[in-house]
């Protein structure tokens, strides 16, 4: 079956410009993960859903940062005013919500570049 | 906080021998730890995963971890590297209710 597609695959931008990055979780999960993966670096956790709400949006660095998934699929990851501190690879993943250790299924990641 | 601690940022194998790469976990309570792989422009990929019970576990692609909760350790081993096995890889623990906390990856280069 599909897996998590996330798009767009790359995405550039101007400091100062609104971007947002749509993930498609596999079908049925219900919840879902934003990471944010720097050069180097492990991916860090941003927010993650269960259903529609934000279970945890501790990771969030700023109020530039928001995330929604208003049918508790598809969830988009919104950045305003981007920074070039910004630049990263957003990674997103599901997992089928049953249980607190149930494997989370990475999908390719976005990344976006500010300049 | 839970953290994970990965010493090596990158390990050189031949291709054939065995390869062990190393993972460190602070956590107060019994950890739920994970391996993952990384390849160019692919996604984490879960290698094998850690809960509860025996403490070597065996995951895809050949690779196994042993957990040692007297050195907090949690060890990737595979006892012969293929070429294919070049990638990033990456340790976990499980945080919060359910999010990750990853280290800052290992990056294995396979020489002929």
């Known amino acids: 079956g599909a897996g998590v597609s996330q798009t767009p695959s790359n995405k550039v931008t101007e400091k100062g410009k609104y971007v947002e990055l749509r993930c498609d979780p596999i079908s049925g999960h219900t919840a879902l993960y934003w990471y944010r993966q720097s050069l180097g670096q492990g991916p860090e956790f941003l927010i993650y859903f269960q259903g529609t709400g934000a279970a945890d949006d501790s990771g969030l660095p700023n109020d530039r940062f928001f995330a929604v998934r208003p049918e508790g699929s598809v969830s988009t990851l919104k950045i305003q005013r981007t920074e070039r501190g910004d630049s990263a690879v957003y990674l997103c993943?599901?997992?089928?919500?049953?249980?607190?250790?149930?494997?989370?299924?990475f999908g390719p990641g976005t990344r976006l570049t500010v300049l | 906080a839970q953290s994970v601690t990965q010493p090596d940022i990158h390990i050189t194998v031949s291709e054939g021998a065995s390869l062990e790469l190393r993972c460190n976990y602070s956590y107060g309570a019994t950890p739920y730890l994970f391996w993952y792989v990384q390849s160019p422009g692919q996604g984490l990929q879960l290698l094998l995963k850690y809960f509860s019970g025996d403490t070597l576990v065996q995951g895809i692609k050949g690779f196994e971890a042993e957990f040692k909760r007297s050195q907090s350790s949690f060890n990737l081993r595979k006892p012969s590297v293929h070429w294919s096995d070049a990638a990033e890889y990456f340790c976990?623990?499980?945080?919060?209710?359910?999010?990750?906390?990853f280290g800052k990856g290992t990056m294995l280069l396979v020489s002929p």
């Open positions: 993943a599901s997992s089928p919500g049953t249980s607190g250790i149930d494997e989370q299924f």
């Open positions: 976990a623990v499980v945080s919060g209710y359910s999010t990750l906390t």
